[in-house]
């Protein structure tokens, strides 16, 4: 436990434990948080299904999901889990909708955290995000912010759960990047791609995340780098897990 604890330093670790070690776990002070399973009997439906919806709720903490939506999201599985097993299609279809809008959500809010704060003498606008089907073209969900300082403009956005993503990996590696304009550098230690023709960078973090930050022609592109840097990609790293 005493490892677990050192490896996951920063995080904020719960215990999925049964009633008779709860005292003993909380004493090792090791643990943020518990959560007690009862030890359902092999034919305790309701006890099994308990146990489902916490799982549930755990990973969905995980994933950076607040209590209280996560306890939604799991209503809404549950509620298409007792549609489906009534025949009801269009109730299970509905259900899972109402889910799968409140994770996309809660995952927008979550990418919401990465984007930096305004520079000295820089305003910024109020963050946005956009969630929409992955299956539509250019969808997916991200947040971004706009920057400002004098004619100065930068935009940060951060995206994922987008079908570009295997585009975007093609045209990191592609030797074809270089004829078109594009060079590559290490940032943070990122390999981001910059584009002169509209003074934009661009990386793919963990495969799964694209980062892009463009300044307008006023804009340098040291400033627009500076952006880049201020970046925290490990955090970025830990949210695509």
Sequence with gaps: MAAIRRHHAGDHVTLLTTQPFADFAERTGHFDAD??????????????LRLRRLLLVLLLGVAGVPAARAD???????KAATAWRAHDSQGTLTA???????????????????LPLPPPGWTADPAETSTV????????????????????????????DSPMMQKMAELISSPLAASAGVKSETIGGQQVSYTN???????????????KVDGNKA????????????LDFDAAKKLAQ
């Excluded at 023709?197 to 980062?211: G, P, R």
């Design 35 to 48: 959560r007690i399973d009862r030890r359902a009997a092999p034919l305790d439906i309701g006890g099994w």
């Design 72 to 78: 939604q999201i799991s209503d809404d599985i549950d």
């Design 96 to 114: 899972l909708e109402a889910a799968t809008t409140l994770l996309r959500q809660a995952r927008a809010d979550a990418l919401k955290t990465l």
């Design 133 to 160: 089907s992955a299956e539509m073209l250019g969808g997916g969900t991200s947040a971004s912010r706009t920057y400002h300082n004098g004619e100065q403009q930068v935009q940060v956005q951060i995206t994922t």
């Design 197 to 211: 023709s509209d003074n934009s960078f661009m990386t793919l973090v963990a495969d799964k995340i694209i980062v």
């Design 219 to 230: 804009t340098p592109e040291a400033t627009v780098r500076s952006f880049v840097a201020s």
